[in-house]
């Protein structure tokens, strides 16, 4: 890979993802569980977020015929069903015309089912 995607400032995945490692669910208590399923959403935001800048790559590197369309790339190497890989791309539509919802995504303020 010749660059990398920065997460936003104050998005912190690293230490997310540090805590879900860190912590056993089947030991935990319920405020543990309830910071772990807190934790969960919004790395599920965070990834989200990331599919859609994948999306926007995906799609112009298949307007100059160096990759396949969106929904085939995401239906392939995503294992997504037509259904879902289309989800993407409207997702992607979505945050081109309401930045904030990109941003909400980013942070785990919101799922991608918003």
Not at 40 to 45: F, T
Not at 49 to 63: I, K, M, N, S
Not at 87 to 109: P, W
């Amino acid at each position: 890979m010749t660059n990398a995607v920065v997460a936003p400032p104050g998005t912190d995945v690293r230490a997310a993802l540090d805590r879900l490692l860190d912590m056993d669910p089947a030991v935990a208590d319920r405020d543990e569980i309830a910071a772990l399923v807190s934790t969960v959403a919004k790395m599920r935001g965070w990834l989200d977020a990331y599919e859609v800048w994948c999306v926007r790559r995906t799609g112009e590197l298949a307007a100059v015929g160096r990759s396949e369309p969106v929904g085939s790339m995401f239906a392939r190497a995503g294992q997504r069903s037509g259904r879902d890989a289309a989800k993407v791309d409207d997702r992607n539509m979505v945050c081109e015309q309401l930045e904030s919802f990109e941003d909400a995504l980013v942070d785990g303020r919101i799922a991608a089912g918003h």
